[in-house]
């Protein structure tokens, strides 16, 4: 079992930075991999971001890569995700995963409750 509880969220003006938190407990968070998510209002969960357990390899989704940066400490079983030049399209709830699994694809079985991303224009 696996719980994830997300922070650092707020509201930014455009062309800003956020680094969101994502806290892990359980024995097992070592050995999932670790991915960001965002639902805007009135769309549709999407993928942003993953990193695998081992930290070897990471995935992001074409609209954030070169902006958004994802990472992990093992040892304080946290993950981040860095987030640069932020855009309004940016703005959505986003939520940290685990999963076995390292895809792009929703269906993580693990998930936070999600942290508000506000950018103003």
């Known amino acids: 079992q696996v719980q994830l509880v997300e922070s650092g969220g707020g509201l930014v003006q455009a062309g800003g930075s956020l680094r969101l938190t994502c806290a892990a407990s359980g024995r097992t968070f070592s050995t999932h991999h670790m991915g960001w998510f965002r639902q805007a209002p009135g769309k549709e969960r999407e993928f942003v971001a993953a990193?695998?357990?081992?930290?070897?390899?990471?995935i992001y989704a074409d609209s954030v890569e070169g902006r958004f940066t994802i990472s992990r400490d093992s040892a304080k079983n946290t993950g981040y995700l860095q987030m640069n030049s932020l855009k309004p399209e940016d703005t959505a709830v986003y939520y940290c995963a685990a999963h076995t699994m390292f895809t792009k694809a929703t269906t993580w079985r693990y998930w936070g409750q999600g942290t508000q991303v506000t950018v103003s224009s």
């Open positions: 990193i695998t357990w081992s930290r070897t390899g990471t």
